[in-house]
């Protein structure tokens, strides 16, 4: 589906659907942010909470800033997938972008 990290391809290589109608814009960011903050450090703050707070800073905050982003780099592709697989489920593609208001003038 991708031909470089992030980027889709334009046509599925399996059966010759347009794939590049379907703008996932800022979605699959949103999403991750949503899933690995809400999901992923808050649950390990929780059970971590003692070994936190003993460890030297020196420490704990290169090991959590490389353990974030590396579940970061590896979730952003998947999630950048479910959200254009969205898309095509729900039949929303370029041609809909007249329905976002968010960014016409008043
Ligand atoms: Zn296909």
């Keep these: 589906?991708?031909?470089?990290?992030?980027?889709?391809?334009?046509?599925?290589q399996t059966c010759g659907h347009d794939l590049d109608r379907y703008p996932s814009d800022d979605g699959p960011a949103y999403f991750t942010v949503l899933i690995v903050g809400h999901?992923?450090?808050?649950?390990?703050?929780?059970?971590?909470a003692p070994l936190i707070f003993k460890a030297p800073l020196a420490i704990l905050?290169?090991?959590?800033?490389v353990a974030?982003?590396?579940?970061t780099l590896v979730?952003?592709?998947i999630i950048k997938g479910a959200v254009?697989?969205?898309?095509y489920a729900l039949d929303i593609?370029?041609?809909?972008?007249?329905?976002?208001?968010?960014?016409?003038?008043?």
Excluded: Q, S, W
């Excluded at 999901?39 to 971590?48: E, G, K, N, S, Y």
């Excluded at 905050?61 to 800033?65: C, F, G, I, W």
């Excluded at 974030?68 to 579940?71: E, K, L, P, Q, R």
């Design 84 to 87: 254009v697989g969205l898309l």
């Design 75 to 77: 979730a952003l592709p």
């Design 1 to 12: 589906m991708f031909y470089r990290y992030l980027k889709v391809e334009p046509v599925c």
């Design 61 to 65: 905050v290169p090991t959590a800033l």
């Design 39 to 48: 999901l992923v450090i808050v649950p390990f703050l929780i059970l971590c």
């Design 68 to 71: 974030v982003g590396a579940i």
């Design 93 to 106: 593609n370029r041609a809909d972008a007249h329905l976002h208001t968010a960014d016409a003038p008043d």
